[in-house]
């Protein structure tokens, strides 16, 4: 996208966004207390310090052995550009909320498009203040600046001129200030101006465009003349995704499943706010553990009942986790949700009995955490006239059932739904004189027994192949159980049910 | 008071007969000799312990006092010794959508899972009445499982068919099923300890199983064509004997 030259632009640059991330997950004290640098192992090069650090005495771009020397309890992490582009994504996912325009400049900047927000909130101060309110409880260190063209704002803010205004000479006299080797221009041509003497932007200004254009190359071309204000820049927005996820790399590996439910709390608790902020609840999230030496092992966790809040679903998924067995170390956990659901009005009557309602939702929830799915169902009635036929298994619901009848209700017309009731009525006619158990596989008769009642003859299951003949009884055997007996053509008797 | 007696109150080991009101209310069992045993009925919640073999009427006997409650809330059966007949439950007057059967797997973390299922079963207070088949069930097991069960406001019952001689649990009420030979209606049953009462002797309580009209032997046992269309086949109440 394009823009003119006369909007407002702020640039926030995050020198230490790496050491900041680790910084985040170090909990006690005295961890933070330590020196803490990120090094780059193919340049040896240290890349960022920490406070501690400086104060040691180890300086930026110096060699690992150096370091070293000065201190011995240095904690030395590797640079890893990926973690600083996640980080970038979430902080630009965090002023998504207050601010629209934001394009990313990877791996350590943001750049912010100032100008239409400065209505909405009434003043380039009040905007400002909002904006670092996010930033500081992202917990970074930035370096800012504002300008009105886009590679100005970068290079005021690389400058650390941690200053917002819209005064127009003010910030052209900052510019002017500036040094060359900041900016994004070549690095050779940096190199043939500073043998000109070209060193900082003022020189550079002096000389007229059209006299740079074949010295050095049409990238830097460009830079310079975006940064008199004469092109515009190109830039691509960032939209925010449209499924929840979400990443965290653990500081240390981690192998029993215990001591990772304090992270995936810090991960659910994030995942709590994204929900509260749109109205939304949850009924499935999958949780992925990436093992060191083994395949990832991803876990779907469901609710009977939508939720949303960080500790309904962390007792589900301590019950879950109970069974997982990791086969090696955990270093990183990503946390998705495929599906959102809308949170809605419950108009119900409030003493009705939507209170037992959520409590057998959650009740079912937690059996079907520790138990598996499988173990938990319901009975389905079917009329079959054969007895093993009769019970069917159901897998309980995972939506909101009430909601659904009521809802069914409600779109049912008069006649279809007295229509309804009858029909339900008819089905309820069953035979009262049936055992309360049955035996999945009917045993043969072992003991003797008095006929009480019967025989009852069914004849049944021609039609699919399960074709059944037989006489039932009533007996009772000498301990007085109660016992649901048949017997074949082929004159062979077998137990079927007690009479519970 | 004697030191001796404080200490064990102290220590929930002894009951006192004033403390008798947390276990008034009854529901009515729907036998009437049975009600009468046990002061009104079965205690409003708690845990109650059956010892019977399988298949002498014991649901049959257990399943009209809760069946009121059981319109709204779930019934769950734990770890049943066969399949539940979904005809029979309806047959009973339950509605299907509010059973809940939950199957163990037999393995060493079988009794763990059982009393772990019906413990979250009482305490949600979403269950009416919860079903559990359990062999040797110990002390603290069943106080465990009281406790859930009035802190639920639901009925736990346990099943037991094993003969050994029990010590004796915490439970608000224990009977031992048995039936005579000879009998095909009538179940024994003594109360082998209420909370509200007095361990009783066996009586007999009818439980009948229900046959329909027209099977050919019962014809032969009805009287006059009269009574056998008169008779109600399905009914429960059993007169006082």
Redesign the interface.
Known sequence: MQFDTRSLWIYLYFPKLHLDVIQRQVNAPEQLALPRVIYDPKANKMLQLNQAALEVGVKKGMGLASASLLCDNLQVHEYNISIEEKALTQIAHQLYLVTSDIALDTPNGLFLRAQNMLNLYGGLQAYWRVLSQVLAKSGVEVQFASAYSVNVAKLLALHKLNKISDDKAHLHKCLLACQLCKTDIDPKDQEKLARIGIKNIQSLFEQPLASLASRVSRFSINVISELRGEAPAKLKFYYPPEHYHDYIELLYDIELVDKLLPIIDKLLLSFEQYLLIRNALSLTIKLTLHQREHPKVEQTINSALAIYKQQDWLSIIALQFEQLKLESAVYAITLTCPKLELADIKNADFFA?KG??V??L???S??RA??GD????????SQDFR?ER????MP?HLND?EQQSTQQKRLLSASQSRAHALAHKNE?R???????????QPETLSEKVT??????RIVSGWWDKEHIQRDYF?A?N??????WVYKTPEDKWFVH???? | MNPLLHDLQKKQLVWRAASIEQHKERVSTGYQTLDKALNGGFPKSGLVHIKS????????LVLPAIKAQAQ???CAFVA????????????EGLT??K???????HDKHSTE?KL??AE??AK????AAIFIWHEKLQVAQAKKLELAAIKGQCLIFLFEAGKHQQTNLPVSLAMSL????R??QA?NIKVDKQKVGWPLPSFSVKVP????MG????KRRGGSRHTLQAANI?ALHSKPS
């Open positions: 009995q037992t309602h409590a057998s959650t009740l079912l937690r059996l520790k138990l499988e173990k938990v169902r319901l009975l389905r009635y007895p009769v019970t069917q298994f309980v059932t309820q069953v035979f009262k004189d049936r055992p309360g158990f049955i035996l999945a006929i009480l009642n019967g025989p009852e009533v009772q000498n301990h007085g159980q109660q016992i049910g007690y009479f519970v | 073999l399988v298949g002498l009427g014991e649901m049959r709204k809330q779930f049943a010794p066969f399949l539940l007949n979904a005809e029979f439950l309806i047959g299907l959508d059973v809940m059967i939950i199957d163990i797997t899972q772990w299922s979250q079963c949600s207070g979403a269950c048995s039936r005579d030979n009998d095909q179940v199983y229900k046959a329909r099977s050919p032997m019962h399905y």
